[in-house]
């Protein structure tokens, strides 16, 4: 994009030094990081995560054995990233196991929607906690504080979709 490290990094809210070390393989690429870069570069969230070596036939389509992880910071939870990168939309395959959960609270631009495809999740929304089974759905504006956590003895996983506008302007979480 034709950016000095200085101009991404003031564009994406983020230190120097920190992309700097992204950039040379001494930091992974956080969730936290994911979004303000991929505003600031308007390209989707999920094109940072992919290692540019796509065959062309799987621009729109991920292969299951071909999912990407995407870092977290948070114990006992794994997201899978599902959405090609071609997508506007960012699909994650979330894998909550029993106890694990967001260290804390977050927000970004966009919209979410999930459904729970096994095990039980709690869900905080703008300070208003639900308690979803396997089959519960939801869906919320990013912007709104949310966290979750499994409070169930056995692993949840919960298909996870975001949308957002890269050109948004993102607060970092």
């Known amino acids: 994009r034709n950016l000095s490290l200085a101009e991404l990094a ?6 120097i030094g920190a992309l700097s070390q992204i950039e040379r393989g001494m930091s992974s690429l956080r969730v936290k990081v994911i979004w303000p870069l991929a505003a600031a570069l308007d390209i ?6 992919t290692d540019g070596n796509e065959a062309v036939n799987d ?3 991920v292969r299951a054995d ?4 995407i870092p977290v910071k ?3 939870i794994a997201k899978a990233l599902l ?3 071609a997508a506007t939309l960012t699909g994650m395959l979330v894998t909550v196991e029993a106890g694990g959960g967001t260290a804390e609270a977050y927000a970004h631009a966009g919209h979410e929607f999930g459904f729970v495809m096994a095990g039980e999740v709690e869900l905080v929304v703008d300070a208003t906690t639900y308690v979803l089974k396997a089959g519960d759905s ?3 504006k990013s912007t709104l504080l ?3 956590r499994n409070p169930g003895a056995e692993r949840c996983q919960i298909l996870w979709v975001n949308t957002t506008k890269p050109s948004e302007v993102r607060d970092g979480a």
């Open 83 to 85: 959405s090609p990168p």
């Open 44 to 49: 989707e969230p999920s094109a940072l995560i």
């Open 10 to 15: 003031a564009k994406a809210g983020i230190s």
């Open 138 to 140: 939801f869906a919320f």
């Open 66 to 69: 071909k999912r990407r992880a």
């Open 59 to 61: 621009l729109y389509c």
């Open 146 to 148: 949310h966290a979750f």
């Open 74 to 76: 948070s114990e006992g």
